[in-house]
C-alpha cells in the first residue's frame, strides 16, 4: 500500500426536511447556457440524481422524469471508493460533506485502508486449517472504507434538487428524435418535448432501447452474469453474537461457488450481508428475481459452508436476486439521446464500483453540457462523453466479472490459492481508485471546444 490520495473534509450542518420530499424550489436559478427549452433526464436513481446536481452547477436547465410515485429507498449498501468520493466532490463539496456523516467505516481501528478480509467460507472460516488461514486483508493507501445505506445516499442526493424541475409517476413509453429536439411520450398520455434526453433508468430501462436498439437489437438487453444473491440487513449487536469479532468490519468469505460479504452501514448500527451464489445454467424466469422457500435459499449453502453464514439468512428475504450486466455496449449515444449509469453499463458488483461509475458519469456530462453554447452542439457533447467514459467503465464491468471468478475459486490464475487470491485483490481495484478524473475534465473540455469550433 504505497499510494496516497487526497482527502478533503468539510463541514455542513444537515438541510431540515421531513421524509423523502424533493427539496423546496430554490427562490433565484441562474439562467441555463443551453436554451429555455431544458433536456429531460429520465430517472432519479444515484445516476440521475447526481447528474442532475451537477447540471444545476453547471447551469444546465433539466427536467427529471421518474417512473415511481417519489423517490425510492429501496436498496441495501452501496460502497464508494475513492474515485467516486472525488466525484462527488468535484461535482458539489456539500454532497462529499453530507456523505460523511451517513458513511460508515470498519470498526477496528486501524483498518480505515482495508477494503475488505478475506477468509474461507468453509466450516472455521479456514483457522481448521494447517497453518491456519490468518483473514487476510486487501485495499491501499489512497482508499478509505466508507459504505451506507443506500436510501441514506439517496436521501443526501435529493437534499439539493429543486422540487418545479422533477416530475414524478411519468413512465416513458416511447422516445422519437427530430432535427433540433426529441419528443417523449408517457403512459399517461403526455408528450414532452427537449432538447435531448439523459436516460438514467437502469438496467432495465426503456432508454436502451432508443440508443442501440436500431443497429445494436442484440446489445440492447442485459446478460444473465451466472449467479444471483441473497440480502439481508441485520442488526449490528445480533451479527456481532453470530460472527463474533468477524461482524464489525468489511469481510469476504469465498468457497467454491459461494461467496459471503459484510459490512457495516448505516454508522456500524447495522450489518449488510449479501449471499452469492455461482450457477453454470441459464436464467430461465421472465422476472429477475425468483421467489423460493426458505429452505431451498438455504440448501444453496449447505456444503462447504459455515454454519454461521447460513444463520445470517435469517435475516433474508428467500427472494433470488439474479445479477445481470452489460459485458459489450458499442455506443452509449444516439443523436440526441444518451445514456448514463446503469442503462449504459450495469455491472456485477464484485468490484463495489458500479455507483462510482455511475457518479463519474455525472461528473464528466454534467461538465460536458455546461459548455455547450448551442443545442446543435448537444451531439458533440455526447461523443466527446462517450469517448471519455465508455472504454473506462466497460473495462469496470469486465473486470468485476473476473473478481467474481476470483471470489469462486473459478478464475484460472487464482483458483483455491488464497495467498494468490489475496495478492491480485491487493491489486485489482488500483486503476479504478487512482484513476485521473480532473484529466478527464480537462481532456473532455479540450476535445469539445476543438469539435465545436470546427463545427461553427
Known amino acids: 500500500m504505497v499510494f496516497s490520495c487526497i482527502k478533503n473534509f468539510f463541514a455542513l450542518i444537515f438541510p431540515k426536511r421531513a421524509g423523502h420530499e424533493p427539496a423546496p424550489a430554490a427562490e433565484a436559478r441562474p ?33 427529471l422524469y421518474e417512473s415511481a410515485k417519489e423517490y425510492s429507498t429501496i436498496g441495501a449498501g452501496v460502497g464508494l471508493g475513492p474515485n467516486a468520493l472525488r466525484a462527488m466532490d468535484m461535482i458539489d463539496p456539500a454532497l462529499r460533506a453530507m456523505y460523511n456523516k451517513i458513511s460508515s467505516g470498519n470498526l477496528t481501528p486501524g483498518k480505515e485502508h482495508v477494503m475488505m478480509e478475506v477468509l474461507y467460507a468453509e466450516d472455521g472460516f479456514g483457522e481448521k486449517r494447517n497453518p491456519p488461514w490468518v483473514p487476510a486483508p486487501f485495499g491501499a493507501d489512497c482508499y478509505e472504507r466508507t459504505s451506507a445505506h443506500r436510501r441514506d445516499l439517496l436521501n443526501i442526493l435529493t437534499t439539493t434538487i429543486p422540487r418545479d424541475m422533477v416530475r414524478f409517476r411519468k413512465r416513458v413509453t416511447d422516445i422519437s428524435q427530430l432535427s433540433d429536439k426529441v419528443v417523449i411520450s408517457f403512459d399517461d398520455g403526455e408528450v414532452a418535448e427537449h432538447l435531448a434526453v439523459v436516460g438514467a433508468d437502469g438496467v432495465k430501462g426503456p432508454t436502451r432501447q432508443f440508443v442501440l436498439g436500431d443497429k445494436y437489437p442484440d446489445k440492447v438487453r442485459a446478460k444473465f452474469s451466472g449467479k444471483y444473491v441473497y440480502r439481508s440487513i441485520i442488526p449490528m449487536e445480533d451479527a456481532l453474537q453470530i460472527l463474533g469479532h468477524h461482524a464489525g468490519d468489511s469481510k469476504s468469505f469465498i468457497g467454491h461457488d459461494v461467496n459471503f460479504i459484510t459490512f457495516p452501514i448505516s454508522r456500524g448500527t447495522q450489518c449488510n450481508v449479501v449471499a452469492f451464489k455461482h450457477v453454470h445454467t441459464p436464467w430461465i424466469h421472465d422476472q429477475w428475481t425468483k421467489r423460493v422457500t426458505k429452505e431451498e435459499m438455504v440448501a444453496d449453502y449447505a456444503n462447504g459452508v459455515d454454519k454461521r453464514l447460513v444463520k445470517l439468512l435469517d435475516w433474508a428475504d428467500p427472494l433470488q436476486w439474479s445479477l445481470h450486466h452489460h459485458m459489450d455496449t458499442p455506443t452509449y449515444y444516439n443523436g440526441l439521446i444518451c445514456l448514463l449509469g446503469d442503462s449504459a453499463h450495469a455491472t456485477t458488483p464484485h468490484q463495489a464500483s458500479g455507483a462510482g461509475q455511475c457518479i463519474e458519469d455525472a461528473l464528466i456530462l454534467s461538465a460536458l453540457l455546461g459548455k455547450v453554447k448551442r443545442p446543435k452542439h448537444l451531439p458533440l457533447a455526447f461523443h466527446v462523453y ?26 484460472p490464475e487464482t483458483g483455491e490459492d488464497m495467498a494468490k487470491i489475496a495478492e491480485n485483490l491487493n491489486q485489482r481495484f488500483l486503476w479504478i481508485w487512482e484513476h485521473d478524473l480532473e484529466g478527464d475534465i480537462k481532456k473532455a473540455t479540450e476535445e469539445l471546444q476543438k469539435l465545436m469550433s470546427e463545427g461553427g
Open 31 to 63: 439562467q441555463p447556457v443551453l436554451d429555455s427549452t431544458p433536456i429531460a433526464i429520465i430517472g432519479a436513481g444515484i445516476g440521475g440524481l447526481a447528474f442532475a446536481i451537477g447540471c444545476i452547477k453547471n447551469n444546465v436547465s433539466f427536467t
Open 386 to 411: 462517450d469517448s471519455i467514459r465508455r472504454p473506462r467503465a466497460q473495462k469496470v464491468v469486465r473486470t468485476s466479472q473476473e473478481a467474481g471468478q476470483v471470489y469462486s475459486f473459478t478464475h
